[in-house]
Structure formats: structure tokens, C-alpha cells
């Protein structure tokens, strides 16, 4: 897979809150600024020799104007010249193994770490049940606690944390250095099986 940090999810607090773009619009915009020709093949490392190799169809889920949409996306493949192998093409609006956008499950832990609706509200504002908020807390405070390490994981608030990624202009992203740092994705439930590359 090709995990791809956009620049489109750059201050992505202002995008929810003014509900700028629609997911399917940042996939789309991430999409159109990859420069496959220019990148390197994540099983071999040669750069410059992915080709697209067909497309297939997946769904996001986001929320946008108090409502909760489904749509679909068309996610690339790419297969590398050099090694044979293929990839899917993944920017970070979608999650691995998911059809919820980052967006959707910061939207409702912001809503939950906010404290200004109850988890009943929450849950009927965003069409979930108790269960997968509760799963998706959990997960978030796992990778927090990540990210930030023991120390400064107990001085940070799940609150201030969330804000933080979210408000975050800098770039790379404190969710690219996470991806960097562990191999899957801030907020990914299943972590990837690492495949040894023969020498």
C-alpha cells in the first residue's frame, strides 16, 4: 500500500469546522497531486518506476452539513516495473481497513473529548453505535500515548491532543511522524504485517 501525507489535510480543525471540502473532495484534490513518476516503489525503494495498474471502487463515509454521507471513491493501483509488486494508493483523508474518513473519526472524538453532547447524542448525530465510539476512544488514546510517550502523554489531554492534530500547519504532520515512526496509520485498527524483502 501506499500510505500518501497530503498537504490538503493541513489545518484540518478549520476544514471540519467550516466544512470546506467534502472528503471525497480532499481524496480527489490528494489524488490529482501525486506525482507517482517522481515516487518510490514501498517493497523495492526504486523510485521512478510505478506505472497505474487499474482502479477499484471503496467507500468513504464523512460528515458534512449535519449530515452523514456515503459515497464512493476510486482508489488507484500501481504496480512497480522494477519488483512486479502492486499497491493501492491510499491518502490520509481514508483509513486503512476502513470506510470512515479521518475527518469522521475526529469529528466524533472531538465531539466526545469536548464534552458538549452526551455519548447517546453522539452516537445518534453520527450514526454509530456505543461500541465503536468506545472502540475508536480507545484506539485514539493507544496512539496518543504513541506518538507523545508515557510522560508526555499523561500531562496532555486528550482534548488539547486532538486539537493539536487537527489545528496542526506544520508539515510533515504530527500523523505522518506517527505513520513514519510505527508503519500504519494514526487511528488504523489493523496493523499491517511487516513482509521481510529478501536482500
Not at 454509530?128 to 510522560?151: A, C, P, Q
Amino acid at each position: 500500500m501506499i500510505t500518501y501525507f497530503s498537504k490538503i489535510c493541513k489545518g484540518l480543525l478549520k476544514k471540519i469546522e467550516q466544512q470546506e471540502k467534502t472528503d471525497k473532495e480532499m481524496y480527489e484534490s490528494a489524488v490529482a497531486e501525486y506525482k507517482y513518476y517522481e515516487a518510490a516503489c514501498p517493497n523495492c525503494g526504486t523510485i521512478g518506476k510505478l506505472m497505474p495498474h487499474g482502479k477499484y471502487g471503496r467507500n468513504i463515509v464523512s460528515y458534512k452539513n449535519g449530515e452523514v454521507s456515503d459515497e464512493k471513491v476510486q482508489t488507484q493501483r500501481y504496480k512497480c516495473k522494477s519488483c512486479k509488486y502492486t499497491h493501492a494508493f491510499l491518502a490520509d483523508v481514508l483509513i486503512p481497513n476502513s470506510s470512515y474518513s479521518l475527518c469522521f473519526l475526529l469529528s466524533v472524538l472531538l465531539a466526545y473529548f469536548e464534552r458538549s453532547l452526551t455519548v447517546a447524542a453522539i452516537c445518534a448525530k453520527f450514526r454509530i453505535v456505543k461500541s465503536t465510539l468506545y472502540e475508536w476512544k480507545n484506539r485514539f488514546m493507544d496512539h496518543k500515548k504513541l506518538l507523545l510517550g508515557e510522560l508526555l502523554n499523561v500531562k496532555t489531554s486528550a482534548l488539547a491532543f486532538i486539537r493539536e492534530c487537527l489545528d496542526s500547519e506544520d508539515w510533515p504532520s504530527p500523523l505522518q511522524w506517527f505513520h513514519e515512526i510505527y508503519g500504519f496509520v494514526f487511528l488504523q485498527a489493523k496493523r499491517p504485517m511487516i513482509r521481510l524483502v529478501p536482500p
